[in-house]
């Protein structure tokens, strides 16, 4: 059983920055491919960005291209999301998760733990 614990999220103007980070335990986390998902009010949860178990390969949502960025250190079991150029419609509850398949990672139901969410809201 894997446990991943958000952090990171806070109030941020426009333009701004942020880095979110998610902690794992409980599991050999190399083995997991892992992802980031955000969650918008009144929204369905869509995908962000996602990296390998070696890090290696990184997979970004369009809308985030350029702008976001996902890295990983398996020494610390952590994963990151570094945010620039923040938007208004960034705003959303940011969720980590971990998967063991292959391919597919912008896929929510392939993915197997997830964290509680943490908080980002972008004022314009």
């Known amino acids: 059983q894997v446990q991943l614990v958000e952090s990171g999220g806070r109030l941020v103007q426009a333009g701004g920055s942020l880095r979110l980070s998610c902690a794992a335990s409980?599991?050999?986390?190399?083995?997991?491919?892992m992802g980031w998902f955000r969650q918008a009010p009144g929204k369905e949860r869509e995908f962000v960005a996602a990296?390998?178990?070696?890090?290696?390969?990184?997979y970004d949502a369009y809308s985030v291209k350029g702008r976001f960025f996902i890295s990983r250190d398996n020494a610390k079991n952590t994963v990151s999301l570094q945010m620039n150029s923040l938007k208004p419609e960034d705003t959303a509850v940011y969720y980590c998760a971990a998967t063991r398949y292959y391919g597919d990672y912008g896929n929510s139901v392939r993915y197997d733990y997830w964290g509680q969410g943490t908080q980002v809201t972008v004022s314009s």
């Open positions: 990296i390998s178990g070696s890090g290696g390969y990184t």
């Open positions: 409980g599991g050999t986390f190399s083995r997991y491919a």
